[in-house]
């Protein structure tokens, strides 16, 4: 948790940058959203160079699998010379892969700890606050307290602002301001879907992540066109299912933080599949692989004319210093040969008398 805090305190800045240019707290979750997708889409599309590389030698790797089975090292051996061969470094996706992960969990814990993460008011300051909040009856009995006690103190901060004397002035202030923009289409992003009538229209919210969670997945299966069997299928509908029970229960904020990292996410893969998909990935290693050889020959300096030559001349006179070298070796097999055959012609005469 202090790591997607250290993350989530990192990317506040931009949040609450976006914030007090538009003044609207689901409008910055938007641009945010978009800005990081922008930021990580290089590493999106190394990771699936990277995954081309390797799906272009599974075929090979299989083959030294079989021939090397019964000695694990050859095998290791083998497989760094095909990688070095075919230019492929098998961590080079290792890093952007596990990268975007903390990255995530940083921008839902941005999201979820304004105090902390977005206006970066000193931590022991917002623990008295969420402590004196947790002893009064009607907030403390609010939906999602816990986790989400700081949108908590956001969402009733002019009744709370009296008794919040931990907060210097300059504290205040910001929460002041920062509290006056969570409408969002006309949906109150500090309220939750749980408990609220049915004309706030939060409902929307889980709704529509729902149905985003089924459509990305579905589209998401068909663009790989693989068969989804076992807990992968159970996946494939749990998921969507967990989204839609956190969107319901959890501040609307971020259930529309969730509806739009889907579909950012949903809109990246699109782009990938269309421009950066596996076989087009793989045509242009080979092409670029190509094109390095060509390059590797065309800065191969000749020979002199000279050492051309000598080495001519080597090639040409080989044959003929082999056939005189090996010419006594050869009169001495056929004396012996036929010294042989005399011997065991008066052996055989001999007996025969």
Known sequence: MAIFNFFGSILGYLLWFLYSIFRNYGVAILLFTIILKIVLFPM?????????????????????????????????????KLYEKEGVNPGAGCLTTL????IMLGIFYSVIMPLSNTLHIASETVQQATDYISRIPGVASATGLGM??????????EVLRPNLTMFSPEDLEKIDFFSTGFRFLGLDLLSSPQGSGFLTFLWVIPVLSLVLSFGSQWYM???????????TKAMMYVFPLISVYWAFIMPAAVGMYNIISIVTSALQTLVMNKYFSTDQLTAGNEARR??????AEAGVRPLPAAQQKLIADKLASAPQQKQAKDAPKQKQQKKKKQGSSSGDSAS????KK
């Open 44 to 80: 999106s599309v190394k990771q699936q160079r990277s995954m081309a590389s390797q799906s272009k030698l599974a075929d090979k790797q299989k083959e030294l699998q079989k021939l090397y089975a019964n000695n694990q090292q050859k095998y290791n051996d083998e497989l760094m």
């Open 290 to 295: 190509a094109v390095a050889l060509e390059l």
């Open 99 to 102: 990268l975007p992960f903390p």
């Open 148 to 157: 989400y006690s700081e949108l908590q103190i956001i969402k009733h901060f």
């Open 221 to 231: 299966t068909r663009s790989t066109g693989q068969t989804q069997t076992g807990c």
């Open 348 to 351: 055989y005469m001999g007996s």
